[in-house]
Every structure is written in structure tokens, then in C-alpha cells.
DNA sequence: GCCGTTTTCGGCCCGACTGTTTTCAGTCG
């Protein structure tokens, strides 16, 4: 009665019995119910494996009995007679159908059980050969609508990096108030809460001429084509994928909308319930119910009227937040502006593409009084890693810089080091000794088990020149799974070490993950916000580091390079067990 | 299937839009 089960794999069975229970029509609420155990699966914050594993769930809100006893027998055999029985013959291209927009449970099931299509191959055929118009509730324009769907699918990714999202966001946003009928305009939905990837855009307009905006929107030159445009909702495609959604709301109704769209859905469905208990029922139009109608203007007075102080967007993924907003413990958070320097960025001497010099004077350009500088070391090749000789080169190189140029940016010298395949680093202690601070980040042996990987990291951490850790899972956000890591002893060992952990703040990593801060800021650790930039532009990545670490409950205190440059000195000066 | 300051039974969010219908079911958010 053993078996090695992970968090994701509790929460997938979940999901995918409740795909299945829908497929067979099941009551709509006990397909809810599986489904937010397994988002409570995911978002747990304790060892739910271990939990399941010993029969200890009972008390976890949302939970009951039926979802214990399935998730124990999951987690002691590794597989589940209730999902076994469920799934039946259907085939692991089955699940694919739920992936083609405008294809739901219904849908699904009545060409399965028709046709017998399993496949989204099968499903193309079907189309193509126009099988489906026959069946009733299909019709020639579903079968067209399905094929776009499908080479739609085929063609572009259905999640979008932070950058790109932000990027199109803000080009779409200025469009939006160029409209003369637009008081005000706002994008909502995953991006406002700075969520590590974006699936779509959600942008909210105030206005008197809802279908005038719907009908503006459709008809931008950004627009690759429409999805659906009514009267006071439109959504599109651009051309590279990204979904856009509008809604054109009264004055009166935008705090409502922005709040509701912002989600998350989550958040929603605690500030509702919240609000049914005053006797009050909120949607995305406004409060209505048997009390006095409380008046709103801005988003922030939903909040106040609910007995809430406002709950900054990054923050709303119910976990504490409308607790700590209660109780008026919300943290003040850090924000970009408070930012004075950065650590971890590359340069020519290793993969960068501008020079020590390009770096320094983009760097002083956006304002900051320090710069770390953490090139490639030996070992990472690919990355033209430096050896003893050139890396002693680039101190002394920097030294130059902070004579002539120290006034007005001091540059930190520093290494990205390898953490060997055993937890010990590409360089000797004594070179080590002579930078200003090193990084150590995993670069190589990317399968090593969760115990051997996490104590390799360890092992790295404990070495008294080692100031931070780089990118801690090496995840590759949209491309590649992060590597098997326990994240609760990584962060108790930096606290006991007094290492800083990094969060590397490209769009394309965003690692440690936001839901791991908040655990790490109460046990002390601090955090490096990290561009680790290769080209003087990313120095705007901190932008966007700034927004995770607040999704992570993070303050100003709890970040390092919020420190001007003299205490910044001062604190790598310490003895790292003093820091 | 879950939950409890309306409750151990009876709720559990619902409005906008589309396509296929001929008054509505399905999907989405």
C-alpha cells in the first residue's frame, strides 16, 4: 500500500471525473463539487499528499466525506476504482474534444455517442465530410465554426507570456480610450491580477453608447476576426491568437464590471457570499437585495462597503485575502517604483547580447543607483559560461567602471555559478570571496529525483559565498515543466542560511512561483526581484517582478534590492549569517 | 457532492450571445 502520487495528479483524477459526470449529465453540482476539490487540492497550502495518503483530510472546507475516502485511495494505490470505472473505453484522445472552443459536454457527447468520435482527428473528418449538420442541434455553420477552432488550436499556443499579454494589452487599452463616448477603460481578468501566463484579454469600457464601443471594438485594424458581438459584449482573436473580450457598461455599473471581471472567480464567489450575508447581492452590475443600497463609485468602495479594506487585484485568489482585508492586516506591498537596483544580468562576456557598458547606462537610464552584474560561469558552455581567468577580467573591469563612473551607478560584480550535479559550485571558494555576490542556479541534470535535486540546492545554499538562488525550479513557462523540488525545505533552509531566494522576474520563468511567497516572508526569507536580463530592454522585466512579488504578499521590507545603495552595501559587507 | 448566523435538507450565480430552432439549448465567462 504504497505509491508515489503528486498534488497535480490528486487534482487531474478530480478534474476529470467531473468531465465525466457532465458527459453522462450528471446533477451540475456534484460536477462542481469535484471540481473545486480539485482546485482546493491545488491550492492547499500544507502536504495534501501526505494528508491523503494517512486519511488525515477531514476539516478542509470543501472536502466532504466522498472526496476524502477517493482521494485516500488515490494517493495509498495510485489509482481510483470510481475514475477506472467512469472512464471506461475512452481512449487519452478523448479529453483533446473538450479543448475545441464552442465545444462543450453536450457537444461532446452527442458526437461520441452518435459517431463515435474520440479524437480531434476524428473530429475533423467528421466535419469535413459534413457528419455533423446531420445530427440535431449541429448545423452547417457549428462544423465550420469547429474546423476554425481546430487549425486555430493547431496553430497557436492558448496561453500567452506576460510580456506579449501586457504588450498587447496596453496598445488596446489606448485604443480604447481614444473612443470619444469612453469615460472610463480598464483591462481586467488575469492580467490585472498578474497571473504568471494569460489566456485572454478582458477589457471594460464606461459608456452611454455600449453597442457603438462593441461595434468600434470588432472593427479595429487589431481585430483578426470575431467571435461574437452583440450589444454590449464583442469578443475577438488578434492575429497572433490572443482572445479579446469587451464589455460596454454604464458609468454606474463599471466599478461592478472591472471588479467582477477581474476575478478571481474564486475571490467572486467568497466577496458574494459575503455580500448575501448583509442581505445584499452583488453581480457584475451592481448590489442589489432587501438592504440599503450602498453607493458605489469606484471598485474600491465594493470593498468598503462589504466591512473590507480594498483588496489590491493582485491579491484576489482567495487565499486570505478577504480575511486579512477584514481584519485590516492586508500588507502594504512593494511596488515597482521602490526598486533601486537589480542583481543577475548577463552581458557579452557570456549569453548577453549588449556590453557591461550598454547594460550600465540602460540601467542608469531607468533610474537605478546599483547594478549586479551575474555572468554564465565555466561550466555552462552553451552559455559561453566564464572561466577563473575571465571572470577575474570582469571584476577588475568593473572596477574601472565604479572608479570613473561610481557617482552615478555603482555596478556589483558577480557570478551566476552552476550548482554542480552534487551541490558543489563551478568556482572555488577563494575566487568566489572576491565578488561582490554570487547567484547559484541549476543549469544541468534537470531529472534528478525530488529528494537527490533538493539537496543538491541545499547543499549550495549552505556555502557561506552563495548570496542568492537563482531560479529555483528552472521552469520555462508554456515549454518546459519545472524539475522536482520541495519547495518547503528549500525555503526553510534559506531562512536558516540566511540565503536570499531570487525571483526571477522573466516573463518566461517567474520563479520561485508567487504561491510560495507568502510562506517564505513569514519564516524570513528575503527576495531578489531578478530581470535576469541578457539585453538592456529587459531591465523592464522588473516592471512585471514587481507585480509577482505583490501577487506574493510581498513588502517592501521583505525585498532586497528596495534598498538604496548604501544599505544595499552595507548588507552584503555582513557576514552572510549576520545578514 | 458540499455545506450550515435562513439549514442536517435544500440550495448551490446567472446574463450575454450564437446557432438551430420556431421558443430554446448549449457554451462561455
Same mark, same amino acid.
Request: charged share 30%.
Given at each position: ?62 472536502? %466532504? ?319 559561453? %559560461? ?194
Amino acid at each position: 500500500m504504497s505509491s508515489n502520487v503528486s498534488r497535480e495528479t490528486l487534482a487531474s483524477v478530480l478534474d476529470e471525473i467531473a468531465l465525466l459526470l457532465e458527459i453522462e449529465g450528471e446533477n451540475p453540482f456534484k460536477i462542481r463539487a469535484y471540481r473545486q476539490g480539485a482546485e482546493t487540492v491545488r491550492s492547499y497550502d500544507g502536504d495534501i499528499v501526505a494528508m491523503a495518503r494517512e486519511g488525515e483530510l477531514e476539516g478542509i472546507k470543501g472536502i %466532504g466525506k466522498a472526496l476524502q475516502d477517493k482521494l485516500h485511495e488515490l494517493a495509498t494505490t495510485g489509482t481510483l476504482g470510481f475514475h477506472q470505472n467512469l472512464r471506461g473505453n475512452y481512449p487519452e484522445t478523448f479529453f483533446e474534444l473538450f479543448e475545441i472552443d464552442g465545444l462543450g459536454p453536450k457537444k461532446v457527447a452527442a458526437v461520441h455517442k452518435k459517431l463515435g468520435i474520440d479524437s480531434i482527428d476524428g473530429l475533423r473528418k467528421a466535419c469535413e465530410a459534413s457528419e455533423l449538420a446531420a445530427l440535431s442541434g449541429f448545423g452547417k455553420k457549428t462544423e465550420q465554426k469547429i474546423l476554425e477552432a481546430i487549425a486555430r488550436r493547431e496553430q497557436f499556443a492558448d496561453r500567452f507570456h506576460l510580456d506579449a499579454a501586457a504588450h498587447a494589452a496596453s496598445v488596446i487599452l489606448a485604443r480604447l480610450k481614444e473612443h470619444p463616448d469612453v469615460l472610463r477603460a480598464q483591462y481586467a481578468g488575469s492580467l490585472r491580477r498578474s497571473k504568471e501566463t494569460v489566456g485572454d484579454l478582458d477589457f471594460i469600457v464606461a459608456t452611454s453608447k455600449p453597442a457603438e464601443l462593441t461595434r468600434y471594438f470588432a472593427e479595429m485594424d487589431l481585430t483578426d476576426h470575431v467571435i461574437v458581438h452583440g450589444d454590449t459584449k464583442c469578443s475577438i482573436h488578434l492575429e497572433n491568437g490572443l482572445q479579446c473580450d469587451l464589455r460596454a457598461v454604464s458609468n454606474d455599473e463599471y466599478p461592478f464590471a472591472l471588479q467582477y471581471f477581474t476575478g478571481s472567480k474564486e475571490h467572486n464567489v467568497a466577496l458574494r457570499s459575503r455580500a448575501l450575508k448583509q442581505g445584499l447581492s452583488l453581480n457584475e452590475y451592481g448590489f442589489s437585495g432587501s438592504s440599503e443600497i450602498p453607493e458605489v463609485h469606484e471598485e474600491r468602495d465594493i470593498y468598503s462597503a462589504l466591512g473590507l479594506d480594498y483588496v489590491d487585484p493582485a491579491l484576489r485568489e482567495n487565499r486570505g485575502e478577504i480575511e486579512a482585508a477584514e481584519a485590516g492586516t492586508l500588507p502594504e506591498l512593494v511596488s515597482w517604483e521602490q526598486l533601486c537596483g537589480t542583481f543577475h544580468n548577463h552581458t557579452t562576456a557570456s549569453d548577453g547580447r549588449d556590453t557591461l557598458h550598454e547594460m550600465a547606462e540602460a540601467a542608469i537610464d531607468l533610474g537605478l543607483t546599483y547594478l549586479g552584474i551575474a555572468d554564465h560561469s565555466k561550466s555552462s558552455f552553451q552559455a559561453r %559560461g566564464l572561466d577563473e581567468e575571465r571572470l577575474l577580467t570582469q571584476i577588475e573591469e568593473i572596477s574601472a567602471w565604479n572608479s570613473e563612473h561610481g557617482e552615478s551607478l555603482r555596478i556589483f560584480a558577480g557570478s551566476e555559478v552552476d550548482i554542480l550535479k552534487d551541490g558543489s559550485l563551478d568556482f572555488d571558494d577563494s575566487l568566489l570571496a572576491q565578488l561582490d555576490y554570487c547567484v547559484a542556479s541549476v543549469h544541468n541534470a534537470f531529472t534528478l529525483d525530488e529528494k537527490t535535486m533538493t539537496q543538491r540546492i541545499i547543499r549550495a545554499m549552505e556555502n557561506e559565498h552563495v548570496t542568492m538562488l537563482g531560479h529555483l525550479t528552472g521552469r520555462l513557462l508554456l515549454k518546459r515543466d519545472e524539475y522536482a523540488v520541495n519547495h518547503d525545505k528549500i525555503i526553510d533552509c534559506a531562512a536558516e542560511t540566511r540565503t536570499i531566494v531570487e525571483l526571477n522576474c522573466n516573463p518566461r520563468r517567474l520563479d520561485m512561483d508567487w504561491r510560495w511567497w507568502k510562506k517564505a516572508r513569514d519564516k524570513g526569507v528575503r527576495c531578489s526581484i531578478n530581470p535576469d536580463a541578457h539585453r538592456t530592454e529587459q531591465f523592464q522585466y522588473l516592471r512585471f517582478g514587481a507585480d509577482v512579488a505583490r501577487k506574493g504578499w510581498l513588502r517592501k521590507q521583505d525585498v532586497i534590492n528596495t534598498m538604496n545603495l548604501e544599505e544595499v552595501e552595507a548588507f552584503l559587507a555582513l557576514p552572510k549569517s549576520s545578514r
